[in-house]
């Protein structure tokens, strides 16, 4: 018995193959990227309806933008620090800067994109580190953006 394939369909991307671009401010490379998304808060609005009842409607308050938060091994690189450090000094609008994370397919073309608006260093965390562990030190930059969104490649 003879079996079709379907030859038209897209493998999904997997999941480490990925840039992060920080204009201006980071480069590098990175292990995991969250955060790529947006949200509203729901608002919930009591009322009757024509039958008497009371019904919970729920409509979209207001629009949340994740923060994207990036992990990478620690190295000697101070960048992050550096760019951290304008925002400790009350430099916010100096530390803000646009981005991207573009994932690949398995031949190395560019295939999904999120560009980032206004960004700046929410938070740095350095590694967690321990006299008996043998894991690579990992420290994580959380940043807040005032946009994101996925764009067509």
Not at 21 to 45: K, N, R
Not at 51 to 70: A, F, Q, T, Y
Not at 104 to 112: E, Y
């Amino acid at each position: 018995m003879a079996t079709t394939i379907d030859t038209t369909r897209e493998d999904p991307l997997v999941g480490f193959h990925f840039a992060v671009e920080v204009q201006g401010q980071v480069t590098g490379y990175f292990t995991e990227v969250s955060g790529l998304g947006s949200e509203h808060e729901a608002i919930e609005h009591k009322v009757i309806n024509e039958k008497g009842i009371e019904v919970i409607m729920k409509v979209p308050g207001r629009l949340k933008w994740e923060n994207i938060v990036l992990k990478r091994g620690i190295t000697s690189d101070m960048q992050i620090w550096e760019w951290r450090k304008k925002v400790e000094d009350g430099d916010v609008e100096g530390a803000r800067s646009d981005g991207s994370i573009t994932m690949f397919n398995q031949g190395l073309d560019p295939v999904a994109r999120w560009e980032f608006k206004r960004a700046w260093p929410l938070k740095v965390t350095g590694p967690s580190v321990k006299s008996d562990s043998n894991e690579i030190g990992v420290e994580e930059l959380t940043l807040a953006h005032e946009y994101i969104e996925r764009v067509k490649m």
